[in-house]
């Protein structure tokens, strides 16, 4: 459908519901990333990492876990890289191999955990 414009004003109303999800703020930044909205894009993002990082126990149905750790740093790297900010494009990118590994190593551990 592309109405990115119209999702991202969902996702911030939803915030307004549930401040402490990062799937909101991260997809609000990709749908703006997708609008060419880069600087939006970027403010977005960085929301969904200060939201993440507070690692509340948040009761929710829906729990989309990149939006925890690297979904925001991949919307960061390509949003850099288009405004041409390449320093700041590549230490999204370490920052998104960083938290792409530690999401996996926390599956990995739910799922030991969960065996046992």
Request: charged share 25%; with cysteine.
């Amino acid at each position: 459908m592309e109405a990115f414009r119209e999702a991202e004003e969902y996702c911030a109303l939803g915030m307004v519901r549930t401040p402490g999800a990062p799937e909101l703020p991260w997809l609000a930044g990709w749908c703006c990333f997708q609008r060419g909205e880069l600087d939006q894009s970027i403010a977005w993002s960085k929301i969904a990492i200060a939201v993440a990082s507070e690692k509340n126990d948040l009761v929710m149905s829906f729990r989309h876990v990149p939006a925890w750790y690297e979904a925001p740093y991949d919307v960061l790297r390509y949003a850099f890289r288009n405004q041409g900010n390449l320093l700041e494009a590549d230490e999204a990118e370490q920052l998104f191999t960083k938290a792409m590994s530690n999401r996996i190593a926390y599956q990995e551990s739910r799922i030991l955990d969960s065996s046992r």
